[in-house]
């Protein structure tokens, strides 16, 4: 079992603990990510899901996972889990129904806002964008310097896709067609090896163009990370990006330094964190249900990892940008950024 596995394995029981309200309080658990009682590898195209929401349950000792009892024992030499706390942001959130996220390295704590829905898999959307520029890079069919593609001529809603776009631009404008063409490229055998060695979510690729999306029938602007089989929870995500850019990566330089370049915000000043995350947002019907806000902060002395989703919220415009805004809030009360 490789440290990926065994850090997965202490993470799941967070889920298990949350369900059984063991959040009210702060607690010495065994993580923060949560999976499906029996994950899949990624599941090949043409067996798609039409599940919407996807509520993560807990984990058992047949599924070939540790137990908490087993956790102890076996994983003596890991690093004491983390602290989780139960927090209340909700004067940041306002009407919006939504959770919350923090993962502090330093202090190995976990600050959670509604536990229930933190713990809920939705799609992840743009946010994908993370994960299928670190497949590309690491599979060598993205190179930063030679990453330019060229425009189709197709008109789309989105005036910053309508021209020849590079990997930093295409990021930055979270434009669909240049990486629909970047996964197609990495294709579903490379793309299910990286959501597995990851744990992401419930690794479902299975409506590969994504036609479950309802939102649009142009296959230029769907797939199976718009509002279609693949879903994450927001704890997920949280230890999704600890794996990727934590002290024990996998993940050499050369790739995780061109993906953490396109996720740095600009326009912060130069007394706050350096803020690096990805927007993702969805809509069913036309009627946004889903709309995120993750990545990490590196703030003088620590790394904190956060997430921010808002789901669909009566009577409130739901906006990736929103779900943002309450992120770099929380991290300002908490570290400063």
Not at 13 to 37: F, K, P, R, V
Not at 52 to 65: I, L, M
Not at 263 to 270: D, P, Q, R
Not at 300 to 317: A, I, K, M, N, P
Request: charged share 25%; glycine share 8%.
């Amino acid at each position: 079992m490789n440290h990926i596995q065994k850090t997965a394995a202490i993470f799941l029981i967070a889920a298990a603990l949350l369900a059984n309200g063991c959040a009210g309080a702060e607690n010495q658990i065994s993580g923060l990510e949560t999976s499906d009682s029996s994950p899949e590898p990624s599941i090949a195209p043409g067996e798609p899901s039409d599940s919407k929401e996807e509520a993560v349950s807990q984990s058992s000792p047949e599924n070939g996972e540790l137990n908490p009892e087993e956790s102890e024992t076996k994983d003596s030499s890991q690093a004491s889990p983390p602290a989780l706390k139960e927090t209340d942001w909700s004067a940041l959130f306002g009407a919006f129904h939504g959770a919350a996220v923090l993962y502090d390295e330093k202090e190995n704590s976990v600050l959670v806002y509604q536990p229930e829905l933190a713990r809920t898999r939705r799609s992840p959307c743009s946010t994908f964008k993370i994960i299928s520029s670190l497949s590309a890079l690491e599979n060598g069919i993205l190179t930063p310097e030679h990453s330019a593609r060229a425009w189709s001529g197709e008109v789309f809603w989105n005036e910053d896709w309508n021209r020849d776009l590079d990997f930093e631009t295409a990021f930055r404008t979270s434009c669909v067609w240049y990486f629909r063409e970047l996964i197609d490229e990495i294709g579903a055998e490379r793309m299910g090896d990286t959501l597995e060695r990851l744990q992401y979510g419930n690794q479902d690729i299975s409506d590969w163009e994504g036609r479950l999306n309802t939102n649009n029938q142009n296959r230029a602007l769907t797939g199976f990370w718009i509002e279609s089989s693949l879903k994450i929870s927001p704890m997920e995500q949280v230890e999704v990006l600890r794996r990727i850019f934590g002290g024990d990566s996998e993940y050499p330089e050369r790739v995780t330094e061109p993906l953490k370049q396109a996720m740095k915000l600009t326009g912060l000043s130069e007394t706050e964190a350096a803020v690096y995350g990805k927007t993702g947002m969805g809509k069913d019907r036309g009627v946004t249900v889903d709309a995120w806000f993750t990545g990490f902060a590196d703030t003088e002395d620590r790394r904190l990892y956060f997430c921010v989703y808002l789901g669909e919220s009566e009577g409130l415009q739901v906006t990736s940008q929103e779900a943002k805004a309450i992120a770099l809030q929380i991290l300002s009360q908490y570290g400063g950024a």
